[in-house]
Nanobody
Framework: QVQLVESGGGLVRAGGSAKLSCAASGRTVSSYVMGWFRQAPGKEREFVAAISWSGASTPYVDSVKGRFTISRDNAKNTVYLQMNSLKPEDTAVYCC???????????????????WGQGTQVTVSS
């Protein structure tokens, strides 16, 4: 089993930045794809970004391209999400996830991910 713990959420003003971290334990996850999803109140869970084991593939949802950056430190079993130029519509609970089925292919569907964190709240005030 893999346990994922997110940190770094909180209240941020529009235009500000925040960096989320997700630390994995229980198993080395350096060969797995890792991703970030978010869910706003009353909305469905949405893919945000993913990263392949090497970092060579990093797809993003269009609404965050150019503002968010996903990265990982395999030595620390950790994935990050740097969020800049935050907007009120970025307000959501952000969850990290692992897809143990893939190393290179970076899926956008939540169904492809088999381990999930509890999530961290990010609130962007206008």
């Amino acid at each position: 089993q893999v346990q994922l713990v997110e940190s770094g959420g909180g209240l941020v003003r529009a235009g500000g930045s925040a960096k989320l971290s997700c630390a994995a334990s229980g198993r080395t996850v350096s060969s797995y794809v890792m991703g970030w999803f978010r869910q706003a109140p009353g909305k469905e869970r949405e893919f945000v970004a993913a990263i392949s084991w090497s970092g060579a593939s990093t797809p993003y949802v269009d609404s965050v391209k150019g503002r968010f950056t996903i990265s990982r430190d395999n030595a620390k079993n950790t994935v990050y999400l740097q969020m800049n130029s935050l907007k009120p519509e970025d307000t959501a609970v952000y969850c990290c996830a692992i897809s143990s089925r893939y190393s290179h292919y970076t899926p956008r569907s939540a169904a492809e991910y088999d381990f999930w964190g509890q999530g961290t709240q990010v609130t962007v005030s206008s």
